[in-house]
Nanobody, 118 residues
Framework: QVQLVESGGGLVQAGGSLRLSCAASGRTFSSYHMGWFRQAPGKERELVAAVSSGGNPYYADVVKGRFTISRDNAKNTVYLQMDSLKPEDTAVYYC????????????WGQGTQVTVSS
């Protein structure tokens, strides 16, 4: 059982940076795959980045080279460093977790708003 709380969202101008954090309360954090999703108004939810329990990262093409996902198992926290932000990055960002044997993410945070002004 995992509970997730996101933080770090806010308003930033285009070209700026923001770092999101996701704190997990579960005792088995290190065994979970972690992901960051986002959903903009009128658009479907999309996977932005993910990191496996072994630390291997994945990035959606639209954020490659700009976003970096990392995890600190000692702190039960996953991060999303967002650089060179664009207005189209504006969305609610959600942290999610899943066991390695699951095919879907089973645990979700409540989201944090990221707004990039032009």
């Amino acid at each position: 059982q995992v509970q997730l709380v996101e933080s770090g969202g806010g308003l930033v101008q285009a070209g700026g940076s923001l770092r999101l954090s996701c704190a997990a309360s579960g005792r088995t954090f290190s065994s979970y795959h972690m992901g960051w999703f986002r959903q903009a108004p009128g658009k479907e939810r999309e996977l932005v980045a993910a990191v496996s329990s072994g630390g291997n990262p994945y990035y959606a093409d639209v954020v490659k080279g700009r976003f970096t996902i990392s995890r600190d198992n000692a702190k039960n926290t996953v991060y999303l460093q967002m650089d060179s932000l664009k207005p189209e990055d504006t969305a609610v960002y959600y942290c999610a977790a899943r066991a390695t044997v699951w095919t879907v993410y089973g645990y979700w945070g409540q989201g944090t708003q990221v707004t990039v002004s032009s």
